[in-house]
DNA sequence: CGGTCGGTTGAAGCGCATCAATCCAAGTGG
DNA sequence: CCACTTGGATTGATGCGCTTCAACCGACCG
């Protein structure tokens, strides 16, 4: 599908992705009996305002969590890879859809059951710990994102995170699988469809990337790629008058 | 300072504030033998890049914490108010400085002798879960306004926030103080401090508040400024083509 | 092979940022 | 107690980045 020189080194931040992150140890084990159940493309697996009943596992495929304000306007709050938790943090009542990005199997776990489970066993209460805050701390850099950061630079971030996120999965490398279509990276990123386009383009043009289909994104510059994600890494960061 | 007659209801949601709020049973008791230290208007209580060796609880006064990106671009990550702990989903080293609004008593606990604390005892750690969940139930929040509202729907949810806060405080009623400057406001919000400062006068010309000094509101309609705020409430919320 | 849906590209407009005065409140020193 | 100082707040004028609107492309599917 590809074939150039490109330029790569593995990552040395981590920053985990969206959502809930990898169930290390074995949040996963209290799932395991649980009935798996089917979601096809596009189908709902909660809704807002629903009762937040349950967590649900993602075993495969992909969601999105997505709210809607005023006058349609439409966010994607997280995306869940297999092995993310969903609904652990959710008000009751549910604010927030969850859809299937493609065909999806996921368990599901009373929020009782749940915490039942987790309190049974200081291990998996450890790990959720450790989950919610790797959880807040992606949550933290999405608001820097979406405060400060130019759609050039949002894209990268997000490109980034995909990356990390299969190299987590074990499928590291320079070719990535985009699994979202434009407009969900855009509704996920505060931009437009048009906007993440002629981003992605953008990148192309200066050499970064190729992108192959819809879905396909070969990266030819890692280093490239993290310089335009806008952070501060050794180079970047000048003073700033702070008030005023 | 005020004297109006103003419409008022008691608030129906309850999303949390920023950082980490309340501290109810008493996650607060892990710190009580800490000694209080005090920090000056401006002073910094952890600096980016810092080992995150300690978590810290707010005794008095008001923290914010904010993250720096290329080209010295400033956004703040959250607020924490008397009683909110801060550090507890810290990565290590720290990404992200808390400097004191205002002057400032902390406690503060070592990461280690907080996660035995905490371990030790199942009531406080299920109110840890608790209080993260609330965290990321908030961020999300924040995350959609940062990515899709606009700039007096993003005041205006900031002063609902602030008014929440206070009434859980006891404090509630119209009159609110607002601790921050604009410019802290505006990094919060991913705007700029012009912009807060006219989305403030266009408040005040639509009869929604009344300011007075730089840090006192009046708020005279809570339903207006709920209205303006953005969130699906009743109202608003047509469908909207999901894809294409 | 035509239809459909997402993606891409172009042109025009708008909301917020930027730049620049001026204002105002709080503190300071006489 | 009041001039003076200083830093935040406010208001105005201008510019830019992203959105919006619109047309077209291209892949996938029946």
């Known amino acids: 599908m590809f074939s150039e020189t490109i330029e ?18 074995r949040l996963e084990s209290l799932f395991s009996h649980q009935p798996v159940e089917q979601f096809k493309t596009g189908a709902t697996v909660f809704r807002e305002g629903d009762a ?14 997505i709210k809607i304000l005023a006058g349609g306007r439409r966010a994607v709050v997280g995306f869940a890879y297999p092995g993310d938790l969903l609904g652990v943090s959710l008000r009751s009542p549910n604010f927030g859809t969850a859809e299937a990005l493609s065909p999806t199997k996921i368990r599901r776990l009373s929020r009782d059951q749940f915490r039942q489970g987790v309190q049974r066993c200081s291990e998996l209460n450890l790990r959720l710990v450790q989950l919610l805050c790797e959880d807040m701390a992606a949550a933290e850099d999405r608001i820097v994102l979406l405060a400060r950061k130019t759609a050039v630079e949002r894209v990268c971030s997000l490109l980034l995170l995909i990356e990390r996120r299969l190299q987590k999965a074990g499928r590291g490398g320079p070719a990535i699988e985009v699994p979202m279509c ?4 855009a509704d996920y990123l505060g931009l437009t469809k048009e906007t993440v386009c002629r981003a992605m383009t953008r990148l192309a043009e200066l050499g970064v990337l190729v992108t192959s289909g819809r879905h396909a994104v070969l990266i030819l510059s890692r280093v490239k790629l993290a310089n335009l994600a806008g952070d501060v890494d050794g180079e970047a960061g000048f003073s700033r008058t702070p008030h005023n």
């Not at 009943?53 to 969590?65: A, I, P, Q």
């Open 182 to 185: 434009r407009l969900d990276m």
């Open 8 to 25: 790569w080194r593995t990552s040395t931040a981590d920053p985990s992705f969206v959502a809930v992150p990898t169930i290390a140890p």
């Open 52 to 65: 937040a009943t349950h967590v649900f596992g993602v075993v495969e495929g992909m969601l999105r969590t």
